[in-house]
């Protein structure tokens, strides 16, 4: 059972209808076309709430540090690499074992920890367990190909609708996730 005190992990990500977090470049440039100021309250909403930001290395390859100006300056931000060594920028390297990682994350002190991006870190820490709660807003949009939410099969994952929400052309999911049973 999960101690009350434990920071949560979210998953806090906008897809396009078809299911796609990102084109298949890495790129989200079809996520700045639509510009909505409901959805971007309710991002900036969330963003204060987070003190931690974690994500996996195409995630800050190619979005992050692309962006010119770093965007999570004020957050504890760890990027998951066995190929990057070190940064220009704030965020911390970690290449040792996200799971391990996190679960230590999650008993530390401070706000909840979100999953910038990820597909295949957010499915290892799904597997494991880890995931507390995810906010998907699904964007007005069809690409036809790109890169999905889950990086690989799963088992099934029950999930909890928690809330919905509308956000101008935008729709919000809210789900938690069941607790595993001890074993």
Known sequence: MTDTHDRKVILYITESLDGFIAEKDGTTTWLSKLNNSEAYEDYQDFYNSIDTVIMGRRTYADRVNKAGNYPYA???????????????????????????????????????????GGADIFTDLLRAHLVDEIIITIAPVLLGDGISLVS????????????????????QLTYTLPEKEEE
């Open 74 to 116: 004020d957050k504890k931000t760890y990027v998951f690499s066995t190929s990057i060594e070190d940064t220009d920028d704030p965020s911390t390297v970690i290449s040792g074992n996200v799971q391990e990682f996190v679960r230590r994350l999650k008993h530390e002190g401070g706000e909840d920890i979100w999953i910038v």
């Open 152 to 171: 690989t099969n799963l088992d099934d994952v029950p999930l909890h609708l928690k809330a919905t929400k509308r956000l101008g052309h935008f729709a």
